[in-house]
T-cell receptor
Framework: GAGVSQTPSNKVTEKGKYVELRCDPISGHTALYWYRQSLGQGPEFLIYFQGTGAADDSGLPNDRFFAVRPEGSVSTLKIQRTERGDSAVYLC??????????????FGPGTRLTVL | AQRVTQPEKLLSVFKGAPVELKCNYS??????LFWYVQYSRQRLQLLLRHISRESIKGFTADLNKGETSFHLKKPFAQEEDSAMYYC???????????FGAGTRLFVKA
């Protein structure tokens, strides 16, 4: 079946602009995660959704970052007033939810964000 | 503080040689440990997890709670093992995953 998909694959924007990054999880996966991966680093946890709710948003770096998942499927990561330091690859992953005994995360290809 | 440390950014070995990718962690609680792999132009994917105690593609990893380590080992490296490897942990039953910075393994012919 189809894996996790992310759009766009690349996004170039100017400092101060607003961007939205989209994630389509695997069908039936109730858990969804966003990570940020800067050059030379491992993925850094941003936020975890269980269904429609953000169960853990402790990784969001500041209030310019916000994520939603209104129908419990597609999620959008929103970044306001982008800064050059936001340049990174943004990864999305999904997994079967709690109580299933299976929590393997399946990753998308990522969106490479470049802030000029 | 919760941290995963992979001391080697790059590890280069010859085909057929043993390989060990080091991972140390600091965590207060009961962590689950994982190894993820990213092959060239492919997505990040789970390689193995400590609770399964399995061997995947010839790789094994043993959790050493005394040394807080979870090193990844393979007795005979293959060229197709060349990839980026990330060690990661999360709290047992939790969902927030913390990754190390990764080690690039290069297996030379």
């Amino acid at each position: 079946g189809a894996g996790v998909s992310q759009t766009p694959s690349n996004k170039v924007t100017e400092k101060g602009k607003y961007v939205e990054l989209r994630c389509d999880p695997i069908s039936g996966h109730t858990a969804l995660y966003w990570y940020r991966q800067s050059l030379g680093q491992g993925p850094e946890f941003l936020i975890y959704f269980q269904g429609t709710g953000a169960a853990d948003d402790s990784g969001l770096p500041n209030d310019r970052f916000f994520a939603v998942r209104p129908e419990g499927s597609v999620s959008t990561l929103k970044i306001q007033r982008t800064e050059r330091g936001d340049s990174a690859v943004y990864l999305c992953a999904s997994s079967l939810g709690p109580g299933t005994g299976e929590n393997t995360q399946y990753f998308g290809p990522g969106t490479r964000l470049t802030v000029l | 503080a919760q941290r995963v440390t992979q001391p080697e950014k790059l590890l280069s070995v010859f085909k057929g040689a043993p390989v060990e990718l080091k991972c140390n962690y600091s965590y207060s609680g009961s962590p689950e440990l994982f190894w993820y792999v990213q092959y060239s132009r492919q997505r990040l994917q789970l390689l193995l997890r400590h609770i399964s105690r399995e061997s995947i593609k010839g790789f094994t990893a043993d959790l050493n709670k005394g040394e807080t380590s979870f090193h990844l080992k393979k007795p005979f490296a293959q060229e197709e093992d060349s990839a980026m490897y990330y060690c990661a942990l999360k709290n047992t039953g939790g969902f927030k995953t913390i990754f190390g910075a990764g080690t690039r393994l290069f297996v030379k012919a």
